[in-house]
């Protein structure tokens, strides 16, 4: 299986985590090996650009590749097949979703469906603000959304004059929406489009707020990638809130398989940085009246 290497700035990286084979023309490709796809899907060239132990192979030995068919895609495998030329052909699996699918996904949930529609739609983020606001100097108080896209959290902290809001997300017809709901409020919040899983911190917050986020990366250089920009952009004292799909929630959400967590799990899954400090359950009701459990977890960086 080949991952997305976590420290890649696009999806042209990936990383080797079993062996594979590819065809009469390719040589075999080992665990560990790094593998740069040259280029886009047509006219696309790879090759290997790191190795492990003894092996040293290129895919297809480094020739380019005539065209690329996409067979599969969806946020945790991806199947192709790349033709090599006369007969033969090789073909790679990703555990991860490359960037530009992702963002394809999810730009396209948010130019299809308005924001009261879609599932995870929330007329108020109660339960945030319940953890967000204790202690909170809305002045001084940093607070980033990951994921945040249409949500109304961004509202819900200008009202109370929070002065330092950032909203990031992969989708810009998501934060379009907020940006068109809040009018001239949106120029008081900092938008940052980007894949969480790609993006790196340049500043530290005070709360980092993730709803409905980290559930998805159900592979796990996602959620080591994820963690590397939490752990970039926190700092000792700094709060976490994570609200992902309970155990006996969802398997699926968006049409994406999911992982759920209890807090325990969770707290496990963060590491040792970060004290699980309480946490609840939320029976949400989605537009559909269908009811999603959710579980909230509050940390604090150590």
């Known amino acids: 299986m080949i991952v997305e290497h976590p420290k890649a700035p696009a999806w042209r990286i990936m990383?080797?985590?079993?062996?594979?084979?590819?065809?009469?023309?390719?040589?075999a490709v080992r665990s560990g090996q790094w593998v740069k796809l040259i280029d886009g899907e047509r006219g696309a060239r790879a090759e290997v650009i790191?190795?492990?132990g003894n092996n040293?192979?290129?895919?297809?030995?480094?020739?380019?590749?005539?065209?690329?068919r996409q067979q599969h895609l969806d946020r945790d495998g991806r199947s192709t097949t790349c033709e090599t030329g006369g007969n033969r052909t090789c073909g790679?699996?990703?555990?991860?979703?490359?960037?530009?699918?992702?963002?394809?996904?999810?730009?396209?949930?948010?130019?299809?469906?308005?924001?009261?529609?879609?599932?995870?739609?929330?007329?108020?983020?109660?339960?945030?603000?319940?953890?967000?606001?204790?202690?909170?100097?809305?002045a001084t108080t940093a607070v980033i959304d990951i994921g945040g896209g249409a949500s109304r959290l961004a509202d819900e902290l200008l009202d109370r004059g929070f002065a330092d809001v950032t909203v990031l997300d992969i989708a810009d017809s998501a934060l379009a929406q907020s940006r068109k709901r809040l009018g001239d409020r949106a120029d008081r919040v900092r938008w940052v489009v980007a894949d969480i899983t790609a993006w790196s911190p340049s500043r530290e917050y005070d709360v980092w707020h993730d709803r409905a986020v980290f559930h998805f990366l159900v592979e796990p250089a996602g959620r080591a990638a994820y963690l590397a920009a939490l752990s970039q952009a926190t700092k000792p004292g700094s709060h976490i809130v994570i609200a992902t799909f309970n155990l006996d929630g969802p398997e699926r959400c968006s049409g994406l398989p999911v992982q759920r967590y209890s807090p325990q799990t969770l707290s496990e899954a963060l590491g040792n940085?970060?004290?699980?400090?309480?946490?609840?359950?939320?029976?949400?009701?989605?537009?559909?009246?269908?009811?999603?459990?959710?579980?909230?977890?509050?940390f604090e960086r150590r």
């Open 56 to 68: 040293d192979g290129q895919i297809n030995n480094g020739k380019a590749f005539r065209s690329v």
């Open 15 to 27: 990383v080797v985590r079993e062996p594979w084979w590819h065809g009469p023309e390719c040589k």
């Open 273 to 298: 940085d970060y004290s699980l400090i309480k946490s609840t359950t939320e029976a949400h009701k989605t537009p559909g009246e269908a009811i999603q459990r959710f579980q909230y977890s509050l």
């Open 92 to 138: 790679w699996r990703a555990g991860n979703m490359i960037e530009s699918a992702r963002k394809k996904h999810w730009t396209g949930v948010y130019n299809q469906k308005a924001e009261t529609a879609v599932s995870w739609f929330q007329t108020s983020p109660r339960q945030s603000l319940d953890w967000i606001l204790p202690g909170a100097d809305p």
């Open 50 to 52: 790191r190795a492990a």
